[in-house]
């Protein structure tokens, strides 16, 4: 049995949980997320908690249990806290600001790269060297925070570009100069 796929998932108070076939929609606080799972996964309510199950013990259902679990809790999640991923800027006149519904990035290039807030996620830029990306859907925020990431990745030498906070950019040595004879 699958040790993610065998825990229950809690529904707090507030939150709609409306199983229709194969399409789960969870309504909550943070907005409405609707998944579409695989039509073998069993999935039952009891009072507050949401429990999935498999038809048998094949190699996919195994890997489909905990998934459709991780999916479902996710989405819970999502409704009642949402998601957030920060990015910092590192570099000399690299920086981020916000203009109205468009995050806008000076990152070195001849241009500044503009990026259009799409539905469903919220920028907030605190700093000219911070961004935090948030939102109920935790797939659309991580593809989101990638795509800025993207734009300017580190550098492993200076450091330079856009990371992840909780990010470790593994530095190398720069060139060792010509030895004298």
């Known amino acids: 049995m699958s040790r ?11 939150v709609d949980v409306k199983i229709e076939g194969t399409l789960v929609t969870v309504k909550g606080p943070k907005g409405t997320l609707t998944q579409e799972i695989h039509p073998d996964m069993i999935i039952e309510r009891e009072g507050a908690e949401l429990l999935v ?10 890997a489909l249990h905990g998934l459709t679990r991780s999916l479902l809790n ?3 999640i999502g409704v009642t806290e949402g998601f957030k991923k920060e990015l ?28 259009e807030e799409i539905d469903g996620i919220t ?30 990745p580190p550098e492993p030498y200076k450091g330079k570009g856009i ?12 060139k060792a100069g010509k030895a004298k004879k």
Do not use: C, T, W
């Open 123 to 152: 920028i907030d830029v605190p700093d000219q060297n911070k961004i935090i990306i948030s939102g109920p859907d935790k797939q659309v925020v991580g593809a989101f925070a990638a795509n800025v990431r993207e734009k300017r």
């Open 4 to 14: 993610i796929g065998r825990m229950p998932i809690i529904v707090p108070a507030g």
């Open 88 to 115: 910092e800027i590192n570099g000399v006149g690299y920086r981020a600001q916000k203009q109205g519904k468009k995050l806008v990035l000076n990152l070195g290039y001849s241009h500044p790269v503009e990026m």
């Open 74 to 76: 996710n989405m819970v």
């Open 163 to 174: 990371k992840y906070v909780e990010e470790h950019i593994r530095r190398k040595e720069g």
């Open 53 to 62: 199950k498999r038809p048998s013990e094949q190699k996919e259902h195994k």
